[in-house]
């Protein structure tokens, strides 16, 4: 260790000269970051610290991947690389000057990291200091940086050039808001018409099509237009956009996005998002006070002022002063920029023991075998984020004792409250075309995405995702004949409709939707929203009753007829998630919330919802598959709406569910779910549907996921059609393997090899398991579906409410029964809840009470 001894303090100059030599054998681990490769210098792989943390973070000069100081050797042990970059960022009080003020200390105050600042310190009181070293392992050798005529040219280049990486969760996605705004350059000398136009605060419609939703005001005359559907990700009919090449007035604002801290401001001219520095000015021209007007989380649809308000009130408890909660189990997640939908779902996952035993319990067993890139490991991923909200290291109350004392020495010590799911963000959205922008997404959704995941990445002997899976009995009925057939699937959510009819407070409803109508039309304020009152027991009983099933073919009778369908348990799942069917489609296909308050119990009994099977004096419905009919032109296939509508309700994009419907034939929204889960992952997912000519091979967007690797993998929609006329699936792709994956010939080759019908296929099968991206979840080989039956009777112990009027807006939030009392998740913000708007949820978690 003496010559460690050499790199500090007043003999560091003296062991320059040596620094090239020393730095010899090490030049050939020592790579200059390139372009496309990704820079870790904010974050450790393992775990959440960063240059602010006590530690420092270590960057590696070879894979550029970062370290905190606990999780450094594991990574040298393992790659034997030796030469770290340590980056380290304090926080320095400043020295008061004689006249009272606060001067600078005469220190290297360069900032060169590529941090935020903690807005929690007084910036007069306190300034950042940088500090880069090289450290060479095993022995932690130090070089102070910069040391540019010393260090050999390779090490300056490479060091400067990690230094100066962009981050790797940038994005170059036009959806993306990650880049710095630009002032526009029409600010300051933009021309606004003195027409008298006044903008009232609600009630917003598009003045050409009298649209209500993704709604612009030009700043130069005051007109209200509606955007285009690809700018934002919300509908419109590009009025606003027609209105600029009209007139040339070039910047819009959008309306609902517009607070005190300012607006989203699009430059027609400039065809990009812009600053608008004199934003304030422009809008008090058309009457709007900006520190009169609310917004949302990165810019709500929502027009109405008071509803909006009122439902942010009572879910955020705003007005009640909450007490923060600290420790293990109450750390809170940084909103990344519409992603509560995440933080919302990951607070709820890592509160169940066996998410937390399966991956936090792991720990030690994941980090120590994961891949040399553990960034793009998801158990790796997952261990992280869990036991940074589970272990306490990020979520402690601030001690003022401590405070004193390190401001007495000169130095405060950054308080790490919350962590910042970056990396796990851009890891498990990786190749998703809605949750990898930074748009909002359907908490839902995104709640079967990750569960999808976690079946396709095992972790153990036990999948933790058991605990939601549940078999469902369908039992459909010929209403013509009487006979029946029985059948079961899998899923992961009970999805309750919302029985408006059945509200109490009918009359209050009428009145309010009148006196809505008449403000509206003159342009007056909205009256206080009246909440739909809907009873639970109400919801219950439409999930049991039968439904109508479109197209029904009955086998009976050998014809299409009446048919109904009625689903039951056949087993009831250790932890039951429970969704309130709050989200409808408007006639422009817009996404709408029914804005209902339903009185969920804390206690649920659903043992009258198991399923019976097959009753005495019930026949069952002969095993006849339909006729073959094969269209001259595919294109011509009706696509069944009602299906597509119901898939879109569940919050899946709407292009993904018409392609469901489309590539599983007409054959109801439960076959085409089970098409959306397997194929979510595809980049093309919810691209618009394109469809081949039969006899054509599908492009890899529309095929299945054994296409990719594989050569004369069939396309998955003529394997589905295949199907669903009663033959199995490895007798369907063989088929049409024989015949270059022809329809046609594909049936014929069936029907010439009856024999093979009853054979099976084992080698076949595990193909197709090992390439098909949701096997686990929809089948798990010859012992079927894993479950784990048990009572019907459930307690609740968390739910995650939204705000805002469709899933393409607003903010999602968390209430969780942890120790006996409920806790609220808000992103960084982890409170004891006062009043839990249990009656407001849109996602509910009950678990199985012991019987």
Same mark, same amino acid.
């Given at each position: 260790?003496?010559?460690?001894?050499?790199?500090?303090?007043?003999?560091?100059?003296?062991?320059?000269?040596?620094?090239?030599?020393?730095?010899?054998?090490?030049?050939?681990?020592?790579?200059?970051?390139?372009?496309?490769?990704?820079?870790?210098?904010?974050?450790?792989?393992?775990?959440?610290?960063?240059?602010?943390?006590?530690?420092?973070?270590?960057?590696?000069?070879?894979?550029?991947?970062?370290?905190?100081?606990?999780?450094?050797?594991?990574?040298?042990?393992?790659?034997?690389?030796?030469?770290?970059?340590?980056?380290?960022?304090? %926080?320095?009080?400043?020295?008061?000057?004689?006249?009272?003020?606060?001067?600078?200390?005469?220190?290297?105050?360069?900032?060169?990291?590529?941090?935020?600042?903690?807005?929690?310190?007084?910036?007069?009181?306190?300034?950042?200091?940088?500090?880069?070293?090289?450290?060479?392992?095993?022995?932690?050798?130090?070089?102070?940086?910069?040391?540019?005529?010393?260090?050999?040219?390779?090490?300056?280049?490479?060091?400067?050039?990690?230094?100066?990486?962009?981050?790797?969760?940038?994005?170059?996605?036009?959806?993306?808001?990650?880049?710095?705004?630009?002032?526009?350059?029409?600010?300051?000398?933009?021309?606004?018409?003195?027409?008298?136009?006044?903008?009232?605060?609600?009630?917003?419609?598009?003045?050409?099509?009298?649209?209500?939703?993704?709604?612009?005001?030009?700043?130069?005359?005051?007109?209200?237009?509606?955007?285009?559907?690809?700018?934002?990700?919300?509908?419109?009919?590009?009025?606003?956009?027609?209105?600029?090449?009209?007139?040339?007035?070039?910047?819009?604002?959008?309306?609902?996005?517009?607070?005190?801290?300012?607006?989203?401001?699009?430059?027609?001219?400039?065809?990009?998002?812009?600053?608008?520095?004199?934003?304030?000015?422009?809008?008090?021209?058309?009457?709007?006070?900006?520190?009169?007007?609310?917004?949302?989380?990165?810019?709500?649809?929502?027009?109405?002022?008071?509803?909006?308000?009122? =439902?942010?009130?009572?879910?955020?408890?705003?007005?009640?002063?909450?007490?923060?909660?600290?420790?293990?189990?109450?750390?809170?997640?940084?909103?990344?920029?519409?992603?509560?939908?995440?933080?919302?779902?990951?607070?709820?996952?890592?509160?169940?023991?066996?998410?937390?035993?399966?991956?936090?319990?792991?720990?030690?067993?994941?980090?120590?075998?994961?891949?040399?890139?553990?960034?793009?490991?998801?158990?790796?991923?997952?261990?992280?984020?869990?036991?940074?909200?589970?272990?306490?290291?990020?979520?402690?109350?601030?001690?003022?004792?401590?405070?004193?004392?390190?401001?007495?020495?000169?130095?405060?010590?950054?308080?790490?409250?919350?962590?910042?799911?970056?990396?796990?963000?851009?890891?498990?959205?990786?190749?998703?075309?809605?949750?990898?922008?930074?748009?909002?997404?359907?908490?839902?959704?995104?709640?079967?995405?990750?569960?999808?995941?976690?079946?396709?990445?095992?972790?153990?002997?036990?999948?933790?995702?058991?605990? &939601?899976?549940?078999?469902?009995?369908?039992?459909?009925?010929?209403?013509?004949?009487?006979?029946?057939?029985?059948?079961?699937? %899998?899923?992961?959510?009970?999805?309750?409709?919302?029985?408006?009819?059945?509200?109490?407070?009918?009359?209050?409803?009428?009145?309010?939707?009148?006196?809505?109508?008449?403000?509206?039309?003159?342009?007056?304020?909205?009256? =206080?929203? %009246?909440?739909?009152?809907?009873?639970?027991?109400?919801?219950?009983?439409? &999930?049991?009753?039968?439904?109508?099933?479109?197209?029904?073919?009955?086998?009976?009778?050998?014809?299409?007829?009446?048919?109904?369908?009625?689903?039951? &348990?056949?087993?009831?799942?250790?932890?039951?998630?429970?969704?309130?069917?709050?989200?409808?489609?408007?006639?422009?296909?817009?996404?709408?919330?029914?804005?209902?308050?339903?009185?969920?119990?804390?206690?649920?009994?659903?043992?009258?919802?198991?399923?019976?099977?097959?009753?005495?004096?019930?026949?069952?419905?002969?095993?006849?598959?339909?006729?073959?009919?094969?269209?001259?032109?595919?294109?011509?296939?009706?696509?069944?709406?009602?299906?597509?509508?119901?898939?879109?309700?569940?919050?899946?994009?709407?292009?993904?569910?018409?392609?469901?419907?489309?590539?599983?034939?007409?054959?109801?929204?439960?076959?085409?779910?089970?098409?959306?889960?397997?194929?979510?992952?595809?980049?093309?997912?919810?691209?618009?549907?394109?469809?081949?000519?039969?006899?054509? %091979?599908?492009?890899?967007?529309?095929?299945?996921?054994?296409?990719?690797?594989?050569?004369?993998?069939?396309?998955?929609?003529?394997?589905?059609?295949?199907?669903?006329?009663?033959?199995?699936?490895?007798?369907?792709?063989?088929?049409?393997?024989?015949?270059?994956?022809?329809?046609?010939?594909?049936?014929?080759?069936?029907?010439?090899?009856?024999?093979?019908?009853?054979?099976?296929?084992?080698?076949?099968?595990?193909?197709?398991?090992?390439?098909?991206?949701?096997?686990?979840?929809?089948?798990?080989?010859?012992?079927?579906?894993?479950?784990?039956?048990?009572?019907?009777?459930?307690?609740?112990?968390?739910?995650?409410?939204?705000?805002?009027?469709?899933?393409?807006?607003?903010?999602?939030?968390?209430?969780?029964?942890?120790?006996?009392?409920?806790?609220?998740?808000?992103?960084?913000?982890?409170?004891?809840?006062?009043?839990?708007?249990?009656?407001?949820?849109?996602?509910?978690?009950?678990?199985?009470?012991?019987?």
């Amino acid at each position: 260790m003496q010559r460690a001894a050499l790199f500090s303090g007043d003999d560091a100059q003296t062991a320059a000269g040596d620094l090239g030599e020393l730095l010899v054998p090490y030049m050939p681990t020592i790579r200059v970051p390139k372009s496309g490769d990704r820079v870790y210098k904010t974050e450790c792989a393992f775990s959440y610290d960063s240059p602010d943390s006590e530690g420092g973070l270590y960057v590696c000069m070879n894979t550029f991947l970062g370290f905190g100081r606990e999780h450094i050797e594991r990574h040298y042990r393992k790659t034997g690389q030796c030469v770290y970059l340590h980056l380290k960022r304090r %926080v320095i009080q400043k020295v008061p000057g004689a006249s009272g003020g606060a001067l600078p200390k005469r220190r290297n105050a360069k900032l060169f990291l590529d941090l935020e600042v903690n807005g929690d310190l007084n910036s007069d009181d306190f300034e950042y200091e940088d500090e880069a070293k090289l450290v060479l392992f095993p022995d932690h050798y130090e070089i102070p940086l910069p040391n540019i005529e010393e260090l050999p040219a390779l090490v300056t280049i490479a060091c400067d050039a990690l230094l100066s990486a962009k981050s790797p969760y940038r994005k170059q996605d036009p959806d993306s808001w990650e880049e710095e705004l630009q002032a526009s350059k029409h600010a300051k000398t933009l021309v606004q018409l003195d027409n008298g136009v006044r903008i009232p605060p609600s009630g917003w419609k598009c003045s050409k099509c009298d649209l209500r939703e993704n709604l612009w005001l030009n700043l130069t005359d005051g007109s209200v237009l509606c955007g285009k559907w690809f700018f934002d990700g919300s509908g419109g009919n590009g009025h606003a956009t027609e209105h600029y090449k009209e007139t040339g007035y070039p910047l819009a604002v959008k309306l609902g996005t517009i607070s005190p801290d300012g607006a989203d401001v699009y430059s027609f001219d400039e065809e990009e998002p812009v600053l608008d520095p004199h934003i304030a000015k422009h809008l008090a021209h058309f009457g709007i006070d900006m520190l009169q007007m609310q917004v949302t989380e990165n810019g709500l649809r929502d027009n109405d002022i008071k509803p909006r308000v009122s =439902e942010w009130e009572v879910i955020q408890e705003a007005g009640v002063k909450l007490k923060p909660m600290y420790g293990p189990g109450y750390t809170g997640m940084k909103n990344l920029g519409n992603s509560c939908y995440l933080n919302a779902v990951m607070q709820a996952i890592f509160s169940i023991p066996e998410f937390q035993r399966a991956y936090v319990g792991n720990l030690p067993r994941i980090f120590d075998y994961s891949p040399l890139d553990p960034t793009q490991d998801f158990s790796t991923q997952m261990a992280k984020l869990g036991h940074g909200l589970l272990s306490g290291q990020y979520s402690k109350p601030p001690m003022k004792s401590e405070l004193i004392e390190q401001v007495m020495k000169e130095e405060h010590k950054a308080q790490h409250n919350g962590i910042s799911p970056q990396m796990f963000k851009a890891f498990i959205s990786k190749s998703h075309p809605e949750f990898s922008s930074n748009r909002q997404q359907d908490a839902l959704e995104f709640f079967l995405h990750l569960i999808n995941l976690v079946e396709r990445n095992p972790v153990g002997s036990e999948n933790p995702s058991d605990v &939601f899976r549940f078999l469902v009995e369908e039992r459909t009925q010929c209403c013509q004949s009487r006979k029946v057939r029985y059948t079961e699937r %899998v899923d992961y959510i009970m999805q309750l409709p919302v029985a408006m009819e059945a509200a109490a407070n009918k009359d209050e409803l009428i009145a309010y939707e009148l006196k809505r109508r008449e403000a509206e039309a003159t342009r007056r304020p909205l009256p =206080e929203l %009246v909440r739909a009152k809907i009873p639970f027991s109400a919801c219950l009983q439409a &999930f049991s009753e039968p439904s109508n099933v479109e197209d029904f073919w009955s086998s009976a009778l050998q014809a299409k007829s009446a048919g109904v369908k009625t689903s039951r &348990f056949a087993s009831f799942p250790e932890y039951l998630v429970v969704q309130i069917k709050k989200f409808t489609f408007g006639l422009d296909w817009i996404p709408k919330k029914l804005d209902v308050s339903i009185d969920m119990p804390d206690f649920l009994d659903i043992n009258h919802l198991r399923a019976r099977g097959l009753q005495a004096g019930e026949e069952e419905l002969p095993d006849i598959a339909p006729p073959i009919i094969i269209p001259d032109d595919p294109k011509a296939l009706d696509i069944d709406e009602c299906s597509v509508m119901q898939l879109a309700e569940m919050g899946f994009p709407l292009e993904a569910c018409r392609k469901a419907v489309y590539y599983t034939g007409n054959l109801g929204a439960e076959v085409a779910f089970n098409w959306i889960i397997a194929h979510m992952e595809e980049p093309d997912f919810a691209e618009p549907l394109a469809i081949p000519a039969y006899g054509e %091979v599908a492009s890899n967007g529309a095929a299945a996921f054994g296409t990719v690797g594989l050569d004369n993998q069939p396309p998955e929609e003529m394997v589905a059609i295949i199907i669903s006329m009663g033959f199995q699936r490895n007798l369907a792709i063989r088929a049409l393997k024989a015949t270059n994956n022809n329809l046609e010939r594909g049936l014929e080759w069936i029907f010439s090899h009856p024999e093979l019908e009853e054979e099976s296929e084992p080698a076949l099968d595990m193909m197709d398991m090992d390439n098909n991206a949701n096997a686990n979840i929809a089948e798990t080989g010859s012992e079927g579906p894993r479950v784990k039956d048990g009572s019907g009777k459930y307690e609740l112990f968390g739910f995650i409410s939204h705000m805002g009027t469709s899933t393409m807006s607003g903010h999602y939030v968390c209430h969780l029964k942890k120790e006996g009392r409920w806790v609220i998740y808000n992103d960084l913000r982890v409170c004891a809840s006062e009043r839990p708007p249990k009656d407001l949820g849109y996602i509910y978690f009950y678990h199985r009470i012991p019987s």
